[in-house]
């Protein structure tokens, strides 16, 4: 158990409106991420943490934005939710150790836009 | 760009059997890590075991282990003796600081 937690873990919303997702961790490590996933595309990483305020984006990041105030908190915004944002979101943490950098994934949120 | 390549949608296997999960991988980094990640229907993402490019010994956990060929740019996933739970997706991902994931390989295992 990586102390991860994701919140909401369902959300059904509306095209157009804003929607939040939060990822909080314990354990305060620096680096956090979140994934979509979708079938037929595996895991595609929409942004990353490598800090405190310190954010950039990965490979489908448009429509998204993240924000990371504290250690422990990482969220992710859809400013205006569209259908093709129906998907599942992950958020991950990485442990860095001697000589593995493994990700550790939380719950997973499934977010519907009608 | 990198890229994970696993080229089986499904496979089935015969409990108590070993099965190999084949995955590729392309990378420009001269050091990069392989990853395989397992995820059962209830949906969570569980880490099985890590591979460092410059790792000399093929890794191993339990009764996974990570056939890596360096070479062929592959990094193919050996469950021994498999169990009814090992029925779950696979996914193999590279790289350290951005993982980058393959599509998946649905392994099913029967009695």
């Known amino acids: 158990d990586a102390g991860i937690t994701q919140s909401p873990r369902h959300k059904v919303t509306e095209t157009g409106t804003p929607v939040t997702l939060r990822c909080h961790q314990t354990?305060?490590?620096?680096?956090m991420y979140w994934y979509r996933q979708d079938p037929g595309h595996g895991l595609r990483l929409i942004h990353y943490?490598?800090?405190?305020?310190?954010?950039d984006k990965g490979e489908v990041s448009d429509g998204y934005s993240v924000s990371r105030s504290k250690t422990e908190d990482f969220l992710l915004t859809l400013e205006s939710a569209t259908s093709s944002q129906t998907s599942v979101y992950f958020c991950?943490?990485?442990?860095?150790?001697?000589?593995?950098?493994?990700?550790?994934f939380g719950p997973g949120t499934r977010l519907t836009v009608t | 760009a990198q890229k994970i390549t696993q080229t089986q949608p499904g496979m089935f296997v015969q409990e108590k059997e070993a099965v190999t999960l084949d995955c590729t991988y392309d990378t420009s980094d001269p050091s990069y890590g392989l990853f395989w990640y397992k995820q059962p229907s209830s949906g969570e993402m569980i880490f099985l075991i890590y591979?460092?490019?410059?790792?000399?010994q093929n890794a191993t956990e339990g009764r996974y282990s990570l056939n890596f060929q360096k070479a062929r740019k592959s990094a193919n996933l050996v469950i021994s003796a498999s169990q009814l739970g090992d029925s779950a997706m696979y996914f193999c991902?590279?790289?350290?600081?951005?993982?980058?994931f393959g599509t998946g390989t649905r392994l099913q295992v029967f009695p």
């Open positions: 943490s490598y800090g405190v305020k310190d954010t």
């Open positions: 591979q460092g490019s410059y790792d000399q």
């Open positions: 991950a943490i990485r442990r860095t150790g001697v000589s593995s950098y493994e990700q550790y």
């Open positions: 354990e305060n490590h620096r680096y």
């Open positions: 991902a590279t790289n350290t600081d951005k993982l980058i």
